[in-house]
């Protein structure tokens, strides 16, 4: 054999796929890449898909034994799939004539790899080729402007790899605004901690984001302590339309009818009212229904989210600047309608130009904007507005989820970005497969047996799908799993303690987190347990005399105010 070739090309040979005689079974692994010689062509990249070991026979003494001292006659087999070589113009093409039998086999060049694959840019860095120390880079327009989806099974290290893009963007001073249920965003303030050895192999330092992330919380700051500033919706003015939008399921006409009569009284008599003044009115309806209305209207007078001072949709959306909307504390029904409102407030300043070309960052996508026949939710239409528009107006949306067969199919067809992470579930496999772009049933086998960290990436510009091994994060991971043994073991039995519970930090509890790299690298979150339940605020008695400077006005306006 050739020196330095891996194996010749065998038995029958085509122009898209060969088989590979392999000269040991070390000499090239599953998923490598590797190059051959056409003689019309040159040299040409492919990539090994699967490899085989047999043999012809062997004595009867060795079965009996079930070892095989001699190992020398057995045939390896490669499966090879040919990817192609850039042309003249820059295109990549299969060849168009069969490559030959018995022509040598090499292991491919970095060079090789990526100007066919198309690995040449150099602006967001995600990880390593892997196999390789090949460095893999997304263009930062091609992501936001073509939406991008991360999916993975839990624990397989999705919200980690969105922490990397959500760093990559902030270096380069693309605004972000995050809607993050579960509080996981928040630690992009706090400086990772990493390794030599990570360190070198991906070539990172821990950094800090505190400077370039804020975090509003929509419920109260008591429940979330982390949170930097309250995030309010406007609650002057707001139309029947918009809360009967929010009307639960089984509301019928009958009760949107009240609330429609309640809010044409209160126009009649003055120009400006709040939720107190709805209330007010819908409480002098004859109906017995009435008693439901003001049950919901109630509820959302509660939670404190509607305000005379709502948050700017300005101050949000700001270069280098990332919002993260973190709902801990704050009911799934309320976390719709917030959502709503606020992403159909983002989209409309996005198209009159009042604020810069962004991100919209989605966590738990498959609650927001689920597949029909599931659920619907209030966000489901204006996200897919977003998805489908957005792109026009410099908007960029980011799902994220562990249930792709849930998450609505007309949003992740319109992502020309995927990361896919390890996913196991069958809906979840035919949903990917049959939904996105450039995956196939090959593609559909690799998800199942990805190792944690490990994402395969299918993107517009890069020319198939390929395996990244995701970089390691500059900024702490905020995604850790609380260990339950070790909590269970904790000293809560007497009453005393359980009104004082302790505060828990790193030194005192491990966890498994979806950190791929290193368990041991990333501190734990200090996990404050809360028992006390605040009071709802007390009620105001409406005022009818209320004067106003103006009437109406876009929606925009209504939810969001002027932002000067």
């Keep these: 054999m050739v020196r330095d070739a891996v194996g010749v090309i065998f038995g029958e040979a085509g122009t898209s796929n060969f088989k590979v005689l392999l000269s040991d079974s070390t000499s090239v692994h599953q998923g490598e890449y590797i190059k051959a010689w056409h003689e019309i062509d040159g040299w040409v990249l492919a990539q090994v898909l699967s490899i085989t070991r047999s043999v012809d026979s062997f004595s009867i003494e060795e079965a009996k034994n079930g070892s095989r001292k001699d190992k020398s006659a057995d045939k390896i087999i490669a499966d090879v799939t040919v990817i192609g070589k850039r042309d003249n113009s820059g295109l990549l093409r299969s060849p168009t004539t069969p490559f030959s039998p018995g022509d040598p086999i090499y292991k491919a060049n970095n060079e090789l790899i990526c100007s066919s694959l198309g690995l040449s840019g150099k602006e967001m860095y995600i990880g390593m080729l892997e196999g390789t120390d090949i460095p893999v880079h997304l263009n930062v327009n091609s992501l936001v402007q073509k939406h991008c989806s991360i999916l993975a099974k839990t624990g397989s290290g999705k919200s980690y790899t969105a922490g990397v893009l959500l760093e990559e963007m902030l270096d380069r001073k693309v605004p972000l605004l995050i809607i993050d249920p579960h509080s996981e965003y928040a630690s992009l303030k706090e400086e990772g901690v990493i390794s030599p050895e990570l360190a070198g192999r991906f070539k990172v330092s821990p950094k800090s984001y505190a400077q370039h992330v804020t975090v509003y919380t929509p419920a109260d700051k008591i429940l979330n302590p982390k949170a930097d500033e309250v995030f309010r919706l406007n609650g002057m003015n707001l139309t029947a339309k918009e809360l009967s939008e929010a009307f639960p399921n089984n509301f019928t006409s009958t009760h949107m009818g009240i609330l429609y009569e309640a809010i044409d009284k209160i126009k009649a008599e003055m120009n400006s009212y709040t939720l107190d003044e709805i209330i007010f009115e819908v409480k002098n309806n004859d109906s017995k229904a009435k008693w439901n209305v003001i049950s919901f209207l109630e509820e959302i007078r509660e939670t404190g989210i509607l305000s005379t001072n709502p948050t700017s949709i300005e101050n949000l959306v700001q270069p280098g600047k990332a919002s993260i909307i973190d709902f801990k504390g704050v009911a799934p029904a309320i976390q719709s309608m917030i959502v709503a409102r606020l992403c159909s407030t983002l989209f409309e300043a996005r198209k009159m130009n009042t604020i810069p070309p962004g991100m919209l960052v989605v966590e738990e996508a498959h609650n927001y904007a689920p597949e029909k026949g599931f659920s619907k939710t209030l966000s489901s239409d204006v996200l897919r507005t977003i998805a489908s528009e957005g792109r026009k107006f410099g908007l960029g949306m980011m799902v994220i989820s562990q249930r792709p067969a849930r998450v609505d199919k007309n949003i992740l067809s319109q992502c020309g970005t995927q990361i896919i992470m390890k996913v196991t579930n069958p809906n979840d496999l035919k949903a990917i497969s049959k939904g996105l772009e450039g995956v196939s049933s090959y593609v559909e086998e690799e998800l199942m047996r990805l190792p944690p960290g490990v994402a395969m990436l299918v993107s517009t510009d890069i020319e198939r799908p390929i395996l990244v091994d995701i970089r390691v994060r500059k900024s702490k991971h905020g995604g850790e799993s609380v260990n339950v043994m070790r909590s269970v073991n904790l000293n809560y039995s007497s009453t005393a303690q359980r009104k004082k519970p302790p505060i828990i930090t790193s ?44 009437e109406g006005g876009s929606l925009f306006k209504k939810i969001f105010g002027s932002g000067k």
């Design 507 to 550: 030194e005192d509890e491990s966890s498994e987190i979806e950190n791929p790299h290193d368990e041991k690298q990333i501190p734990l979150e200090k996990h404050i347990p809360f028992e006390t339940i605040t009071s709802p605020p007390p009620k105001r008695k409406p005022s009818r005399e209320i004067k106003t400077t103006e």
